[in-house]
């Protein structure tokens, strides 16, 4: 998404995505080209950061001429801010859900009534409150969540754990100001779900808010872990994609590093700790990103045949938005029926 994640990938020895450089119209201003191994079997492109440039990129990638990715698969492969709950800094995650956190009514958190946890609740809902708990939302765009193929997730976990991840004393030495795992742990590999949203946040208040939000949007199955600003927006992009025939949703993975905790520790402020805090993190989630994800790209690139890459690693699950766009024998597990379609 940003230059820091595309320099994670450069100077590998497996490959080399800098032997063709293609200008690619309606890419980012600011990474207009994508960067293919000579035989372009793996490719990379950088979006911009946040969710206009994210959706713009990625719709551009599938128009554009230079590409045939009907069988191709997608590793969105970023760092973001994670729940001290679920991960350490450092650690890579993979998503089955995504949820989009930004898409709901918001009030400053200083004229909410009393009794309300956050500023946010979901669009066209009852206020929750005693009488009436969180509700879903009354109105719905399409874009508030997604479900991936859960199977090439787990297989993705399954590949990154072969990974040794890297840590830093600096990110043991701010982990250790949590007096509870995993967040004074070292990183590792984990399985759960990540939320988009444009604005950077802290503190518990919203972490907890937009945890409640991603159960109810998933049924009770999601568990948010993740923060970044993209993926709500690419998934989007991907979506109509594979709706043109351009691409298999189905093959979609997303790997997030944790660079920074979505809260601060016990006596810190929530603005010292956005603002001004020596993480730690960020240096060993780079990193991690290519030391985890190589070995993704490498199981698909070897094993294309013999591991079922190209026929496609069947889901096992429904896959898609909360609208049903892909259609298919299965039906959403994520949504509820009977809300008004905007």
Not at 132 to 145: F, L, V
Not at 262 to 288: C, I, K, M, W
Request: aromatic fraction near 12%; charged fraction near 20%.
């Amino acid at each position: 998404m940003f230059d820091s994640e595309e320099d994670a990938w450069c100077n590998i020895p497996d490959f080399n995505i800098l032997d063709q450089n293609l200008t690619i119209p309606g890419f980012s201003p600011l990474f207009p080209d994508a960067h293919c191994t000579v035989d372009g079997s793996v490719c990379q492109m950088t979006t911009g950061q946040g969710e206009i440039n994210a959706a713009a990129s990625m719709t551009a990638l599938w128009m554009s001429d230079c590409f045939h990715l009907r069988s191709t698969y997608f590793l969105i492969a970023g760092v973001g801010g994670v729940n001290p709950h679920i991960a350490a800094t450092g650690s890579v995650t993979f998503a089955r859900y995504a949820v989009q956190f930004d898409l709901q009514y918001e009030f400053a958190q200083s004229q909410v009534p009393a009794n309300a946890s956050s500023g946010y609740y979901p669009q066209a809902a009852e206020y929750p409150d005693e009488e009436n708990p969180r509700d879903y939302p009354g109105e719905i765009y399409g874009t508030e969540a997604f479900e991936l193929n859960d199977n090439l997730k787990k297989r993705a976990v399954a590949l990154a754990k072969r990974a040794t991840l890297n840590d830093t004393s600096a990110a043991q030495t701010y982990r250790s100001k949590y007096p509870y795992g995993p967040a004074n742990l070292p990183p590792t590999v984990v399985a759960c779900d990540t939320g988009t949203s444009n604005n950077f946040f802290s503190g518990s208040v919203l972490g907890n808010a937009f945890a409640a939000y991603t159960k109810l949007l998933t049924n009770g199955s999601g568990t948010y872990c993740t923060t970044q600003q993209e993926d709500n927006a690419t998934l989007e992009a991907l979506l109509r994609g594979h709706l043109a025939g351009k691409l298999d949703f189905h093959r979609i993975i997303i790997m997030r590093t944790a660079s920074d905790f979505d809260r601060a520790p016990p006596d810190e402020t929530e603005v010292f700790h956005l603002l001004y805090a020596e993480q730690g993190g960020y240096g060993p989630s780079l990193r991690n990103l290519y030391l985890a994800g190589v070995e993704i790209v490498r199981d698909v690139v070897g094993e294309w045949e013999k591991g079922g890459y190209r026929k496609g690693v069947e889901a096992g699950n429904y896959v898609g938005d909360l609208l049903n766009s892909l259609g298919g024998e299965r039906e959403p597990d994520i949504g509820t029926e009977g809300i008004w379609i905007h």
